[in-house]
């Protein structure tokens, strides 16, 4: 089992940044592909960005490129989620994930762990 706990969420004026991180725990071996998913209200769960066991190849929905920037630290089985130039809708709850295996990395069932989730609240 792997255990994921993320921390980092809160309140910002639009324009503005957060960074998120993720701490993995348990069998942590067992990890391949890490990512980031956020859910707003009445919305289905989306993808955000993911990251490959390595780091070297990251991927983005078109609505956070060149905004948000998704890193690893392998030696702290932590990723981390920076979050620039923050907008309105930007607001959710923020959800880290793990999976064991490379697969399609903005898919939800491609993942076998989830975090608690952490709110982020962009005001106008």
């Known amino acids: 089992q792997v255990q994921l706990v993320e921390s980092g969420g809160g309140l910002v004026q639009a324009g503005g940044s957060l960074r998120l991180s993720c701490a993995a725990s348990?069998?942590?071996?067992?990890?391949?592909?890490m990512g980031w998913f956020r859910q707003a209200p009445g919305k289905a769960r989306e993808f955000v960005a993911g990251?490959?066991?390595?780091?070297?190849?990251?991927f983005y929905a078109d609505s956070v490129k060149g905004r948000f920037t998704i890193s690893r630290d392998n030696a702290k089985i932590t990723v981390y989620l920076q979050m620039n130039r923050l907008k309105p809708e930007d607001t959710a709850v923020y959800y880290c994930?793990?999976?064991?295996?490379?697969?399609?990395?903005?898919?939800?069932?491609?993942?076998?762990?989830w975090g608690q989730g952490t709110q982020v609240t962009v005001s106008s």
């Open positions: 990251s490959t066991r390595n780091g070297d190849s990251t």
């Open positions: 994930a793990a999976s064991r295996t490379i697969g399609a990395i903005a898919t939800t069932l491609n993942y076998d762990y």
């Open positions: 348990g069998s942590i071996f067992s990890i391949n592909t």
